[in-house]
Structures are given as structure tokens and as C-alpha cells.
């Protein structure tokens, strides 16, 4: 589990387990928990399009997130196993933005929906744009754009 991904038409998807340490006594899923998904499902989608997000440290280059929007529709506990959707919604040379579903994969109910949106970033955290600063993955995400 974790390691399952694939892109179905417009959409990554990035298979997980919730794991114990992420519920709260409530029994479910903690509600900060879901953004580290959406990290998680962000950096293995970046990994797929085959920059792995260390080569973009390496290069200088840093991408934080500057907003984020969650909607909670149904909890998520221990166990359950989910498929985490990521979309590119927008991009351009410094900017990016995506949108996330979460499902429970044994029913199909939607657990979260959320957005992302993020500046590309040097390490003196100086917006950077990207086709100058890495020319390669500016392209790649261009393709992936145009592809969906």
C-alpha cells in the first residue's frame, strides 16, 4: 500500500491505508492528516512525471503551498483504504494549482475534497519562474496539461 499510483485520464491517483497513528480519539481520521495526503499524493505525482521532488531541491528549486481549501464530507478511520485524486488545475511559469478527492475504496464514499495552491520558490524563497529555473519540468507539466 502507498506505492500504487497510475494516471487515469486527467487524474493521478495515489493509493493509501490509514494508519493508526493518524486517527484521534474519535477513532477517525485527524483532520490535519489529510493534507499530509495531499503532499503525499502531490510529491508521487511530481515522481511520476519523473522529476523525484529531491532532484527539484537539489536544482534550488522549492514549491510550498500558499493557500489551501478542505471540505470535510465523511470521516475516514484506521484501516480504510483510500484512493487519493489529484488533479492539475492551473499552472503557469510560477505559479501551480491542484484539486484533491479523497475516496474509501471499499464503497466509493467520498471522504474529502481540497485544493492546493503553490509559488515556485528558490532557496532564498524568491519566486522563481520555472521555465527559466528548470526548463525540463516546466515542459513536462506543459505536456501533462495539454495530454488531459
Known amino acids: ?31 490535519a492528516n489529510y493534507l499530509n495526503w495531499f503532499e503525499i499524493t502531490r ?12 532532484q527539484l531541491e537539489e536544482q534550488g528549486l522549492l514549491l510550498p503551498v500558499t493557500e489551501v481549501q478542505v471540505k470535510y464530507h465523511q470521516p475516514a478511520r484506521y484501516d480504510d483504504v483510500i484512493d487519493v485524486h489529484l488533479r492539475l488545475i492551473n499552472s503557469s511559469y ?6 484533491y478527492e479523497a475516496c474509501r475504496v471499499s464503497d466509493g464514499v467520498l471522504l474529502i475534497t ?11 524563497w524568491k519566486p522563481v519562474r520555472l521555465d527559466r529555473t528548470m526548463p525540463e519540468l516546466h515542459q513536462l507539466i506543459s505536456n501533462y496539461l495539454k495530454n488531459v
Open 114 to 124: 481540497g485544493t492546493t495552491q503553490h509559488v515556485w520558490v528558490n532557496l532564498d
Open 94 to 99: 510560477l505559479r501551480v494549482a491542484f484539486e
Open 1 to 31: 500500500m502507498g506505492v500504487a499510483s497510475m494516471i487515469q485520464g486527467e487524474r493521478f491517483i495515489y493509493q493509501l491505508r490509514v494508519r493508526y497513528q493518524e486517527t484521534d480519539k474519535m477513532g477517525v481520521v485527524y483532520h
Open 43 to 54: 510529491t508521487e505525482w511530481i515522481r511520476e512525471l519523473g522529476v523525484p521532488y529531491s
